[in-house]
């Protein structure tokens, strides 16, 4: 049985995922309105990504005899000032996730709960993946600067995934 203490985390972990995925989702349309229509893409997909996160703490909630309990979700920004300003803010936002990931880790192991701290070992993986894809692209825009024929074929490439 789950703790109330954990239940409770976990419920907010539901609404932290499912911002990230409404952030993603704001970030995919700042590149529509741009005309990048691959970054788009891109996003729209980690939005997607997101949203089987907030799922996955959902259906371990539900396996448990917990009670999931949905929260009001905030506003995501509207505008970036470019599409570099766009991954350093996914980056930096991964890395404050990848905090309360390892916090919800700790909490699991205080509370003595194995099946909770085997959950959040796919996640804690997670993270690491996430936050190297960020630093990539981030890297990847700083090195072609972000205009011209450079900025289109990475708009082709990110285009791209999740179709390969
Ligand atoms: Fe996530
Ligand atoms: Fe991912």
Same mark, same amino acid.
């Given at each position: 049985m789950?703790?109330?203490?954990?239940q409770?985390? %976990?419920?907010?972990q539901?609404?932290?995922?499912l911002y990230s995925?409404y952030?993603y989702l704001a970030m995919?349309?700042?590149?529509?309105?741009?005309n990048?229509?691959g970054?788009?893409?891109?996003?729209?997909?980690?939005a997607a990504?997101?949203?089987?996160?907030?799922l996955?703490?959902f259906?371990?909630?539900?396996?448990r005899?917990?009670?999931?309990?949905l929260?009001?979700i905030?506003?995501p920004?509207?505008?970036?000032?470019?599409?570099?300003?766009?991954?350093e803010t996914?980056?930096?936002?991964?890395?404050?996730?990848?905090? %309360?990931?390892?916090?919800l880790?700790e909490?699991a192991?205080?509370e003595?709960?194995?099946?909770?701290?085997v959950?959040l070992q796919?996640?804690?993986?997670?993270?690491v993946?996430?936050?190297?894809?960020a630093?990539?692209i981030?890297e990847?825009?700083?090195?072609?600067?972000?205009?011209?024929?450079?900025?289109?074929m990475?708009d082709?490439?990110?285009?791209?995934r999740g179709?390969e």
């Amino acid at each position: 049985m789950l703790s109330k203490k954990l239940q409770d985390a %976990l419920n907010e972990q539901i609404k932290n995922e499912l911002y990230s995925g409404y952030l993603y989702l704001a970030m995919s349309a700042y590149f529509e309105a741009n005309n990048l229509p691959g970054f788009a893409h891109w996003m729209r997909v980690q939005a997607a990504e997101e949203q089987d996160h907030a799922l996955k703490f959902f259906d371990f909630i539900v396996d448990r005899g917990g009670r999931v309990v949905l929260q009001a979700i905030d506003q995501p920004p509207v505008e970036f000032s470019s599409p570099l300003a766009v991954f350093e803010t996914t980056l930096q936002h991964e890395q404050k996730v990848t905090g %309360l990931i390892n916090a919800l880790y700790e909490l699991a192991v205080a509370e003595n709960d194995y099946p909770a701290q085997v959950m959040l070992q796919w996640f804690i993986n997670e993270q690491v993946e996430e936050e190297k894809n960020a630093t990539q692209i981030v890297e990847t825009l700083k090195m072609i600067g972000e205009k011209g024929q450079a900025l289109i074929m990475l708009d082709r490439e990110l285009g791209q995934r999740g179709k390969e």
